[in-house]
């Protein structure tokens, strides 16, 4: 950008001022407009969004800080740099004038040497941010077009492979069949490895199609949640799935009355669909899945689990950090992204591969539980990330 392209707004009540300034940056190249009153600047540089500022504080009607007060708080006009000018050379003045949201304080009687190396220095300062900012944009429009296409690889990958997998699992499982083949002959166990390799490849398929919808579902719509009735909702859908290997779920509530959080229902629930579906792909027909949930401090605690047998105690390892971050595969930690966007956390049992995770407690009283349902949706998004309890408080 060459300086005729940059353009500079003085801002002074007194002409003199403005012509003497305004002749003195047009030498060195600049493109200068004048206002001669707050009201009138803050016109101007909404119509010309200029590349900086010279600003008198002393003004009537609106002075100099409350003009740049405004300009702070319109989006399109809070970047560009404000250089006050004043009569005035306390601390305090200038302390004002950068709590109001200037860059820099030149004192009157002022050097125009002065002023025009400061004028030079936050209009560079101020391109290359804007420079800065472009290239941002830039890239995380590419990254966004590269994370779109990856996606869609991976969606149409995962259906191309779960397809003919599910299929082949079909056929071993006639063949053994037909063959009759004897359950602890050489031949039945090669079956058997076959089949076992296929519920590998399903579940690694499974958690790329998790991983892939997790990345792309960035909006979060809050809302206050029961939390029996939403394990109930999620059972009902998952049950359908798992109705081929006859797996039943069963919900185990250690709490007395309704329990409340606040999270995203469709995404939690899409993540707690993922671990039932994965579970019950590992598990003997006719088993049972068992969630459980505590009441601890101001969490709610989770476990799901295929073990059979209910001890009404909280288990020691709900309340461990599990595995640590570094030994957790890229998909599973894909996967707790959708717990600590709440507060929460989630691990799996090192031993039984069962999954515990977390979500926060909302304490509300009997009144709001027909209102907490999670059928009720909120309209707040994460555009500006707004947590549970914050949610809670302003609802």
């Known amino acids: 950008m060459t300086k005729s392209e940059i353009d500079i707004l003085i801002v002074d009540d007194v002409p003199d001022n403005r012509r003497l300034l305004a002749r003195m940056l047009k030498r060195r190249g600049y493109t200068v407009d004048t206002a001669s009153d707050g009201l009138e600047a803050i016109e101007k540089t909404r119509a010309l969004i200029p590349s900086l500022i010279l600003l008198d504080v002393a003004m009537p009607g609106m002075d100099g800080y409350q003009v740049c007060q405004t300009l702070k708080t319109e989006d399109a006009l809070r970047e560009i740099p404000v250089i006050f000018l004043s009569a005035h050379s306390e601390q305090v003045d200038k302390l004002r004038g950068f709590q109001a949201g200037g860059v820099d304080y030149v004192t009157k009687p002022f050097h125009f040497h002065e002023v025009a190396a400061r004028v030079a220095a936050h209009i560079e300062l101020y391109l290359q941010k804007?420079?800065?900012?472009?290239?941002?944009?830039?890239?995380?429009?590419?990254?966004?077009?590269?994370?779109?296409?990856?996606?869609?690889?991976?969606?149409?990958?995962?259906?191309?492979?779960?397809?003919?997998?599910?299929?082949?699992?079909?056929?071993?499982?006639?063949?053994?069949?037909?063959?009759?083949?004897?359950?602890?002959?050489?031949?039945?166990?090669?079956?058997?490895?076959?089949?076992?390799?296929?519920?590998?490849?399903?579940?690694l398929i499974s958690k790329l199609l998790n991983l892939a919808n997790i990345e792309t579902s960035s909006s979060v719509k809050l809302s206050r949640v029961d939390v029996f009735e939403f394990l109930e909702s999620c059972s009902a859908k998952a049950g359908q799935v798992l109705k081929t290997n006859n797996i039943q779920i069963r919900i185990v509530p250690h709490f007395a009355g309704s329990i409340h959080s606040v999270f995203d229902p469709a995404q939690v629930e899409s993540v707690i669909e993922k671990i039932l579906v994965e579970m019950a792909m590992r598990m003997n027909p006719n088993s049972v899945i068992e969630i459980c949930f505590w009441v601890v401090g101001d969490e709610i605690l989770f476990s799901v689990s295929d073990q059979e047998g209910l001890d009404l105690r909280i288990p020691p390892e709900l309340t461990a950090e599990g595995v640590s971050s570094d030994e957790a595969e890229p998909a599973f930690s894909i996967l707790s992204a959708a717990f600590e966007r709440y507060g929460g956390r989630i691990w799996q049992d090192p031993h039984t591969q069962d999954y515990r995770f977390t979500l926060p407690y909302l304490k509300v009283n009997e009144a709001d539980s027909t209102a907490a349902s999670f059928k009720t949706p909120s309209n707040k998004l994460d555009q500006n990330p707004v947590t549970p309890k914050q949610f809670a408080e302003e609802n």
């Open 130 to 203: 804007q420079e800065n900012e472009q290239l941002r944009l830039k890239e995380q429009t590419y990254f966004d077009r590269v994370n779109h296409l990856k996606n869609e690889l991976i969606h149409t990958m995962t259906h191309d492979l779960k397809n003919p997998l599910t299929s082949i699992k079909l056929s071993v499982s006639l063949l053994q069949r037909m063959l009759e083949l004897d359950a602890d002959g050489k031949e039945s166990r090669y079956f058997g490895k076959i089949e076992d390799d296929i519920d590998r490849m399903l579940i």
